[in-house]
Structures are given as structure tokens and as C-alpha cells.
């Protein structure tokens, strides 16, 4: 697919989202998505490998979530696998701070070529289970937005991004359409975990009958000191 294609297909779904991108930004998800291409032949890092399926299943699912984010927020993604949905995020906004975990080095290698070929600024890659680095001062509830897509069930996806969040911010948790009954299954281990669920919105990705739904948390009290707990615990025996 050739930058012009690529463009007119990203702008028509775009316009479902009312998202407008800018020449630069269309040209750096052009070069994002060739890089995620070429490094997937050596590197596993999505079964997602033709363009349009690019554009619609990555770059415009990410871009979803930027309307719930307020300006310059610091926004950590946990468990980014291929940089989904934090680099999108970067590209379209300019006023985030945003950090990319990945307990995988082959993929923070590939982050950090994207990261460098696409001149993008204040985004940093950390090596880390979400488990050791939410006991970590230095990142433990000390950001705006703690988000995941695609990661794990909403009880141990909370153990993962809550003790991340500031008193006040929200974690935004992408998943599929069909989520009640995990977010009853959550109930407890939110509650626990100091946070409250606020929104709820179920929607399709635009000309598709793909569902998703975003999960909003907000942190409202401090997470008690045992969590999260050693790495592996949340999801062999999340919180009931």
C-alpha cells in the first residue's frame, strides 16, 4: 500500500471519529506501519499483518480512547506489546507524557526504532513485569492514565494498572464488546484496589461491525501496600 492509499483509507475511518490527522502525522503511521510489518517477519508482535487490517484493528481502535484523555496527561500503557495503544496515542497527541511497559525486550528493542524513526518526544520504554514496577516508588500512583489493551481479564487487569494511578486519575481498560459479566466478576478486586468504575462505552469501530468497549476506573482512595502482588498472582488467582 502506497502513502496516498494509505492515507484516503485511514481519513475515511478517521471521519467516523471526527479525528483529523495532519500530513506529518499520517506520514509517521505510514512509516509505523512498515516498520510493524518488517520487524513482525523476525519478531512476533501481531497476527494483524495487512494494511487495511492495520489501519482499522490498530491505529484507529487506539485513537478510540483519545477523547477520554484529558490534555497533557501522563499516561502509562502497560503491557504494550507492539506500542497499542500508547504510540498511536503520540502520534495523534503531542501533549502526552507517555510510558511503555513490556516485559518482552524484543519488543521494547522494536518501540525504541519506532520511537527514534518517528522523532517522537517525551515517551519513554521500560523492560518490566506491571507486577515489580507498581512496587516502584518511582512509578506507583504517580500517573494521570494507566490504560491496556488486549491484555488480561478486568479482575487482574486492575491489579495490574490501579496501583499506577494517582488519587483522581482513571485507568481506561480497551476490551471486546461482551464484557458484563467480566466487569461482575471485577466488582470486588476494583473496590479493593482503591478504584470505582464511572463509564461504560460499548461501541463498534467505525464501517465495521468489530465491537469494543472502554472500561473507565477512576482511583479514588490509595491502594493498600500488599498489592499488586508477586508476579504471576494476579492472574492465576485474581481477586474475587
Known sequence: MNLEEFSKTFDNYLKELKIELNEEQIEKFYVYMNLLIEWNEKVNLTAITKPEEIILKHFVDC??????????????????????????????????????????????????????????????????RAEELGRNK?????????TSRAVANLSTLSEYLLPF????????????????????????????????????YIFDLPKSDLGRSLIVIEKIKAIPGKFPRKPGTPAKEPIR
Open 63 to 128: 485513537l478510540t480512547i483519545s477523547k477520554y484523555i484529558e490534555e497533557n496527561s501522563s499516561l502509562i500503557d502497560v503491557g504494550t506489546g507492539a506500542g497499542f495503544p500508547g504510540i498511536p496515542l503520540k502520534i495523534y497527541r503531542k501533549d502526552l507524557k507517555i510510558t511503555l511497559v513490556d516485559s518482552l525486550n524484543k519488543r521494547l528493542n522494536f518501540l525504541n526504532e519506532v520511537i527514534e524513526a518517528l522523532k517522537l518526544k517525551n515517551i519513554e520504554t521500560i523492560h518490566a
Open 165 to 200: 494511578v494517582k488519587i483522581g486519575g482513571k485507568c481506561i481498560c480497551m476490551k471486546g464488546a461482551d464484557i458484563d459479566d467480566e466487569l461482575n466478576s471485577a466488582k470486588k478486586a476494583v473496590e479493593v484496589l482503591g478504584g470505582k468504575v464511572v463509564d461504560k
Open 138 to 146: 518511582s512509578y506507583r500512583e504517580k500517573f494521570d492514565i494507566a
